[in-house]
Every structure is written in structure tokens, then in C-alpha cells.
């Protein structure tokens, strides 16, 4: 397979700037995690995947980021290694969704407790 890396920048970049240059950093952030996952993807395809996502709702950086992991799959094509770390990735994203929702459920309580 060939690639054109020239044209792909210009898709990144277009892609970049679509989505208030929030493409690259979340490209940045799935990098790191893909390295201390071991490096179950290659880097080139990552990029191609993110920038082929939608990203409807997302409002910031940790939104970019949980939306790239949460459309992480697992596949029987993968080593159990590679599911593993994908699964993991998905928990702590959930687990990260969950306790801010307990937060600002707690918040709420609080606020009307002092009305």
C-alpha cells in the first residue's frame, strides 16, 4: 500500500482546523496511550482513523480524547494483549464519565440544600 503523506497533511490539517485545532493533541493523547499500551496500532492508520471520526457534542480536549477511545473496538482479529488494553482504555474513560456525573449530581444537592 502506498500512502502520500503530503496529501494526508493537508486532511489533517483541514480536519484540525474544522475542530478549533483540537484534531492534533487528541492525535498527541491517543499516541501517548497507544505507547504505554504497548503499541497495538500503528501511528499512521491511528492518525487516519481520528480524522476520519465525527465528532459531534465534543466541547474540549478530554471530550475529543474519551471520543476516540470510546470508538475503540475490540476484534477477534487482535491479540488477547491488544482487546485487553482496549478494554481497559474503555473502563477508566466510563469510569472517569461516571464519578464526574456523581460529582455534579452532588453539586446539585448541595446547592439546593443551601437555598
Given amino acids: 500500500m502506498t500512502t502520500n ?12 482546523k474544522e475542530h478549533k485545532s483540537l484534531i492534533k493533541p487528541t492525535i498527541r493523547l491517543f499516541k501517548y496511550w497507544n505507547a504505554t499500551a ?6 499512521f ?13 465534543q ?4 471530550d475529543y480524547f474519551f471520543a476516540v477511545i470510546e470508538n475503540l ?8 494483549w491488544v482487546n485487553n488494553e482496549i478494554t481497559r482504555a ?11 456525573k456523581d460529582v455534579r449530581q452532588q ?3 448541595c446547592v439546593s440544600l443551601r437555598r
Fill in 107 to 109: 453539586c446539585v444537592r
Fill in 38 to 43: 504497548g503499541f497495538p496500532f500503528q501511528s
Fill in 5 to 16: 503523506p503530503n496529501d494526508f497533511n493537508a486532511t489533517l490539517e483541514a480536519k484540525n
Fill in 90 to 100: 474503555k473502563n477508566v474513560v466510563a469510569n472517569v464519565r461516571r464519578y464526574e
Fill in 59 to 62: 466541547a474540549n480536549q478530554k
Fill in 45 to 57: 492508520e491511528m492518525e487516519k482513523w481520528v480524522c476520519g471520526m465525527s465528532f459531534w457534542f
Fill in 73 to 80: 473496538n475490540t476484534s477477534t482479529s487482535y491479540s488477547q
